[in-house]
């Protein structure tokens, strides 16, 4: 399929209408989160997919503004015909708690004072961004979510949502990330920090009525930063020892290297879009990220039920991929259906944003090769044998359904009643239901992949099978209509 832009979207903004409670026992009011949505969430609402940005994203992942010289951020992942298929799936992306970009940040307006926040804000941490996002997602009427996925700051949120909603999220994929923050990366935020905070314009982070804020501290602050996103081989493939608009070096501090030249660039461009305060609050919340339990990341992934992709990135060395192995390895002590893959590619840890071919086979693969836990219906109504028939039509109806499980006392299959089999009952004059289920129901495990599942409908030419487990206790339903939904492509 030919692999396409979602076009023209708009930010949304979510207003939540009570207070959040954060991590660090503080209460934010009035919190504002600003969000985007490609494709449409289908009847069933199981095709909702949560896109968490790194430290200096936006919601805006895909397709174009009006005004947008680029697309979104993830413009090679989301859109028809890739992986993040905005025709098959509804795709959600949220700009953080304490971000710049339409969400609650230190630069909003703090409702008891009426002026912006500035330092008044709150500390926020990487569980209190994915608690507002938790917000966002059940007031859209989303109950669970297919799949959450993230890189860099992006992906510590995805292993956030597994550990404080375990319930609400069938796939993870965790890409270049960590499960805590080391002390490397801790020290390159704090210098990072420290550019700002030296910057006088910076001004005890009151500075957006005054005529300059602290640009060179917040360029300085990402200058550094960008360093970390790249490879030394990339570097060296970009630029080499090239001089900018010189033969010689010039033997002063003036510029004299390609790679001064870009960094600046970098740097000023980031002025442009991010503000230094925000850059503070959300570097903090990165270094105080820590999933294990009483030094134990095993203890921190114990409640751990989603299925999980982690994609590492070779040549990066501020996410390394040895950190992710150490999540791999963690998950797998805890019989966390978990994989694990490394992209190949000289980029360094911004490979997450540039390395298409590869994220897009990956991610494709995990998402699409669907199970039927992952669509069934959990909330079935399963009936016992002596039910009279009025009342089993009158269920069918209120919760329209047209097949039912019959079941015993422990919920064991007995047999399956379908619309067809009343309208029979009335034709062929019978009473109960023994006389009208079928027996010998044709099923399927919840682990079976919904290719083995269509072929059995396809075979015997149905279009409802129960899910039960080992002891044939029913676990779920899956109709044909849930699978279409999935697989219309
Ligand atoms: C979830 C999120 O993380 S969202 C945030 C992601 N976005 C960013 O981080 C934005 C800034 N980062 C980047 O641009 C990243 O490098 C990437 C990964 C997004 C893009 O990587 P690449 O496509 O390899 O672009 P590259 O790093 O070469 O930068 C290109 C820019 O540098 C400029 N540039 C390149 N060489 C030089 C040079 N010698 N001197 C000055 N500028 C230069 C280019 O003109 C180009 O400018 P533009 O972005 O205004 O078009
Ligand atoms: N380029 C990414 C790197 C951090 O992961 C960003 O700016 O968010």
Same mark, same amino acid.
């Given at each position: 399929?030919?692999?396409?832009?979602?076009?023209?979207?708009?930010?949304?903004?979510?207003?939540?209408?009570?207070?959040?409670?954060?991590?660090?026992?503080?209460?934010?009011?009035?919190? !504002?989160?600003?969000?985007?949505?490609?494709?449409?969430?289908?009847?069933?609402?199981?095709?909702?997919?949560?896109?968490?940005?790194?430290?200096?994203? #936006?919601?805006?992942?895909?397709?174009?503004?009006?005004?947008?010289?680029?697309?979104?951020?993830?413009?090679?992942?989301?859109?028809?015909?890739?992986?993040?298929?905005?025709?098959?799936?509804?795709?959600?992306?949220?700009?953080?708690?304490?971000?710049?970009?339409?969400?609650?940040?230190?630069?909003?307006?703090?409702?008891?004072?009426?002026?912006?926040?500035?330092?008044?804000?709150?500390?926020? !941490?990487?569980?209190?961004?994915?608690?507002?996002?938790?917000?966002?997602?059940?007031?859209?009427?989303?109950?669970?979510?297919?799949?959450?996925?993230?890189?860099?700051?992006?992906?510590? +949120?995805?292993?956030?949502?597994?550990?404080?909603?375990?319930?609400?999220?069938?796939?993870?994929?965790?890409?270049?990330?960590?499960?805590?923050?080391?002390?490397?990366?801790?020290?390159?935020?704090?210098?990072?920090? +420290?550019?700002?905070?030296?910057?006088?314009?910076?001004?005890?982070?009151?500075?957006?009525?005054?005529?300059?804020?602290?640009?060179?501290?917040?360029?300085?602050?990402?200058?550094?930063?960008?360093?970390?996103?790249? @490879?030394?081989?990339?570097?060296?493939?970009?630029?080499?020892? #090239?001089?900018?608009?010189?033969?010689?070096?010039?033997?002063?501090?003036?510029?004299?290297?390609?790679?001064?030249?870009?960094?600046?660039? +970098?740097?000023?461009?980031?002025?442009?879009?991010?503000?230094?305060?925000?850059?503070?609050?959300?570097?903090?919340?990165?270094?105080?990220?820590?999933?294990?339990?009483?030094?134990?990341?095993?203890?921190?992934?114990?409640?751990?039920?989603?299925?999980?992709?982690?994609?590492?990135?070779?040549?990066?060395?501020?996410?390394?991929?040895?950190?992710?192995?150490?999540?791999?390895?963690?998950?797998?002590?805890?019989?966390?259906?978990?994989?694990?893959?490394?992209?190949?590619?000289?980029?360094?840890? #911004?490979?997450?944003?540039?390395?298409?071919?590869?994220?897009?086979?990956?991610?494709?693969?995990?998402?699409?090769?669907?199970?039927?836990?992952?669509?069934?219906?959990?909330?079935?109504?399963?009936?016992?044998?002596?039910?009279?028939?009025?009342?089993?039509?009158?269920?069918?109806?209120?919760?329209?359904?047209?097949?039912?499980?019959?079941?015993?006392? #422990?919920?064991?299959?007995?047999?399956?009643? !379908?619309?067809?089999?009343?309208?029979?009952?009335?034709?062929?004059?019978?009473?109960?239901?023994?006389?009208?289920?079928?027996?010998?129901?044709?099923?399927?495990? @919840?682990?079976? !992949?919904?290719?083995?599942?269509?072929?059995?409908?396809?075979?015997?030419?149905?279009?409802?099978?129960?899910?039960?487990?080992?002891?044939?206790?029913?676990?779920?339903?899956?109709?044909?209509?849930?699978?279409?939904?999935?697989?219309?492509?």
């Amino acid at each position: 399929m030919k692999k396409e832009s979602v076009g023209s979207v708009e930010t949304k903004f979510f207003n939540m209408d009570k207070d959040l409670k954060l991590e660090s026992g503080k209460v934010l009011k009035d919190v !504002t989160i600003a969000y985007e949505t490609y494709g449409k969430l289908n009847k069933e609402k199981n095709n909702a997919i949560l896109v968490c940005h790194a430290l200096s994203g #936006d919601a805006h992942a895909a397709g174009w503004h009006d005004e947008d010289r680029k697309p979104g951020w993830w413009e090679i992942l989301i859109g028809p015909g890739k992986a993040l298929d905005s025709e098959k799936y509804f795709i959600i992306s949220s700009n953080i708690l304490g971000g710049c970009s339409g969400s609650t940040g230190p630069s909003s307006i703090n409702p008891a004072t009426g002026k912006t926040y500035n330092l008044d804000f709150p500390v926020i !941490t990487i569980k209190d961004m994915v608690k507002a996002q938790k917000k966002l997602v059940e007031n859209l009427n989303i109950d669970k979510l297919l799949a959450v996925v993230g890189g860099s700051m992006g992906g510590m +949120q995805v292993l956030q949502w597994i550990v404080s909603y375990p319930d609400m999220v069938k796939k993870a994929i965790p890409i270049a990330t960590t499960a805590h923050s080391s002390p490397q990366q801790i020290a390159f935020n704090e210098v990072g920090r +420290q550019a700002i905070i030296t910057d006088p314009h910076w001004n005890d982070g009151d500075y957006y009525d005054k005529e300059i804020g602290p640009r060179n501290g917040l360029a300085l602050a990402r200058m550094i930063a960008h360093i970390t996103y790249l @490879s030394d081989e990339s570097m060296y493939e970009k630029f080499g020892r #090239d001089l900018k608009d010189k033969k010689e070096v010039s033997y002063d501090f003036s510029m004299d290297f390609q790679v001064e030249s870009y960094l600046h660039y +970098q740097g000023d461009a980031f002025v442009k879009r991010f503000d230094a305060n925000s850059y503070l609050y959300i570097t903090k919340a990165i270094d105080y990220f820590d999933l294990s339990s009483n030094g134990s990341l095993i203890e921190g992934f114990r409640n751990i039920k989603s299925k999980v992709q982690i994609i590492a990135i070779d040549s990066d060395w501020l996410y390394p991929p040895d950190q992710l192995k150490d999540v791999l390895m963690a998950l797998n002590a805890n019989n966390v259906d978990v994989s694990y893959a490394e992209l190949k590619s000289t980029y360094g840890h #911004d490979a997450f944003l540039l390395e298409g071919g590869q994220l897009n086979y990956v991610v494709a693969n995990f998402l699409t090769n669907t199970l039927a836990e992952d669509l069934m219906d959990e909330n079935v109504s399963a009936i016992k044998k002596d039910m009279e028939l009025k009342d089993v039509a009158m269920l069918m109806m209120a919760d329209y359904v047209t097949h039912l499980p019959v079941v015993d006392e #422990d919920n064991r299959l007995l047999g399956i009643v !379908t619309a067809w089999d009343l309208s029979k009952s009335i034709a062929l004059n019978c009473s109960s239901l023994d006389e009208i289920m079928t027996k010998n129901v044709i099923t399927c495990k @919840s682990d079976e !992949t919904i290719d083995s599942i269509s072929r059995k409908m396809r075979e015997n030419d149905i279009s409802c099978l129960p899910v039960v487990d080992d002891d044939f206790k029913v676990e779920g339903i899956i109709t044909t209509d849930q699978i279409s939904h999935l697989l219309s492509d």
